[in-house]
């Protein structure tokens, strides 16, 4: 059962256009949501996190929205840029007993065209 | 600025065959994870570990070990290689405490085929 869905594999925008990032989540006891960033055959680097308890985050960019009654974040990249191409991992994080717990969606692959 | 280690980066195997992946990071931290990419489904947590000498199961642990002898490494065991275990690998860290707020530290990944 995954617990953090981003139902679109990919995504093609035009350098200068917006980019808008899905995810949808299913636990409502999660305490921070995150963006993780991914180039081929290097390792995810984290790009964005935002609060459970606000509604928006913005850095440079960068800004990701969180709609709690939906259960719906987004990330807005504006404006795009051929640098953003990668694949985009949406997470969220669950404070355990026993530790700090992150799940990842399947990521969706951003193509920004030159 | 190494940040965080893998090694190797690269690694055939046949199935029965046993294998070590290695985890470094020079960061301090206490918390150390392995994670599996397979594609469409993200990175699953493997085994994790809280600090020297702690290790815990993640959500999917079986066919492997891990070990956490030194607060900088976290090696992953295979000890009978499967074709299911043909993955990305990635190794992962991070400052323990409250204020945590879910950023890792990754490594590069360790592309491991199972023939």
């Known amino acids: 059962d995954q617990q953090v869905k981003q139902n679109s594999p990919s995504l093609s925008v035009q350098e200068g256009r917006i980019s808008i990032l899905n995810c949808d989540y299913t636990n409502s006891m999660f305490d921070y949501f995150l963006w993780y960033k991914k180039y081929p055959a290097e390792g995810p680097t984290f790009l964005i996190s935002?609060?459970?308890?606000?509604d928006k985050n913005e850095d440079g960019r960068f800004t990701v929205f969180l709609n709690k009654s939906a259960k719906h974040l987004s990330l807005h990249i504006v404006p795009s840029q051929p640098g953003d191409s990668a694949v985009y991992f949406c997470a969220a994080l669950k404070r355990t007993a026993s530790y700090d717990k992150v799940i990842f969606g399947p990521g969706t692959s951003l193509s920004v065209i030159p | 600025n190494a940040g965080v280690t893998q090694t190797p980066k690269f690694r055939v195997l046949k199935t029965g065959q046993s294998m070590t992946l290695l985890c470094a990071q020079d960061m301090n931290h206490e918390y150390m994870y392995w994670y599996r990419q397979d594609p469409g489904m993200g990175l699953r947590l493997i085994h994790y570990?809280?600090?020297?000498?702690?290790?815990a199961k993640g959500e999917v642990p079986d066919g492997y070990n891990v070990s956490r002898l030194k607060k900088q490494n976290f090696l992953l065991g295979l000890e009978s290689a499967a074709p299911s275990q043909t993955s990305v690998y990635f190794c992962a860290s991070t400052r323990s405490g409250r204020t945590y707020t879910g950023e890792l530290f990754f490594g590069e990944g360790s592309r491991l085929t199972v023939l």
């Open positions: 570990s809280v600090g020297e000498g702690t290790t």
């Open positions: 935002i609060s459970s308890i606000k």
